[in-house]
């Protein structure tokens, strides 16, 4: 079975990980992949002010090691020259998908006709649009998702549920089943510790049960697994966290598992 890692951040230096700013670095990765019998993963840059340059490390370590690492890069969406970054990523970084951790709380302006140049992009170029999504914000990217059919969609860290109010037994998972028509929106089922009521507990019950939630609600073929290393670190080793959907998800047939370990990122994401 093909392991794949939908969600992990390189950096050289990774100031908010202090005193271990260090966990991100690439050779340690690797390490930490090769350990835990991870295949690939996919790099999701950290622009900011420490290290503005990521997105072109990214796209050099992805270069580095192809077998192992993929690039996306990121793009803010609100930004003028938005449509023409995306359009520039595969060729400028080699990336195969754009990530965005938007900068306003409501996303709703992503669905007027003032920014459908930025969906035309992603049309065109055949990128992945990676995006971080809160649940008030679910009906907006379904409305997207369903308006732009050929462009695939993918959200992090379960949908970020806990946080909204949505409890792991809540049968619709906020609303998010209106998405099971939309087969080109998919949910990373990553950053276990955002959904765990104890973060270090690597046996992740609570954690299990939304993935088992949106499992049923979406279907194993449109979930992926991501473990956000290096922040998921604070709390367990890499081969924890892979763990917890290999050995530890016993309600998942192994066809399942091979779809959210490995399979559904290897479709979307052409890796």
């Not at 999701?44 to 690492?69: F, I, M, T, Y």
Request: aromatic fraction near 10%.
């Amino acid at each position: 079975m093909r392991i794949i890692d939908a969600h992990v951040h390189t950096l050289e230096d990774y100031p908010s990980m202090t005193p271990f700013q260090d966990m991100g670095r690439v050779d340690r990765l690797l390490y930490h992949m090769q350990d835990a019998g991870v295949d690939k993963a996919l790099m999701l840059p950290v622009v900011a002010d420490s290290s503005p340059q990521n997105n072109a490390d990214c796209g050099r370590w992805a270069k580095e090691h192809p077998e192992q690492l993929a690039a996306m890069t990121d793009v803010p969406l609100d930004a003028p020259d938005a449509p023409e970054r995306i359009a520039a990523a595969r060729a400028q970084f080699g990336s195969v998908a754009i990530s965005c951790y938007p900068r306003t709380p409501d996303l709703e302006w992503m669905t007027t006709t003032e920014h459908e140049a930025i969906w035309i992009a992603f049309q065109v170029s055949g990128l992945v649009c990676n995006l971080q999504v809160t649940p008030p914000n679910y009906a907006h990217i379904i409305e997207l998702a369903r308006r732009y059919p050929s462009v695939r969609f993918v959200m992090n860290h379960f949908g970020l549920p806990k946080g909204g109010g949505i409890a792991a037994d809540d049968e619709n998972f906020g609303g998010l089943d209106a998405a099971a028509a939309a087969d080109n929106l998919f949910v990373k089922v990553s950053a276990f510790y955002s959904v765990a009521d104890t973060a270090w507990d690597f046996h992740c019950p609570t954690a299990l049960a939304y993935l088992y939630r949106l499992r049923d609600v979406l279907g194993a073929d449109r979930l992926m697994f991501g473990s956000d290393w290096p922040p998921a670190g604070r709390q367990l080793t890499y081969r924890q966290i892979v763990e917890i959907v290999r050995p530890q998800a016993v309600d998942l047939s192994e066809q399942e598992r091979a779809a959210i370990l490995g399979g559904t990122a290897a479709g979307v994401y052409g890796v």
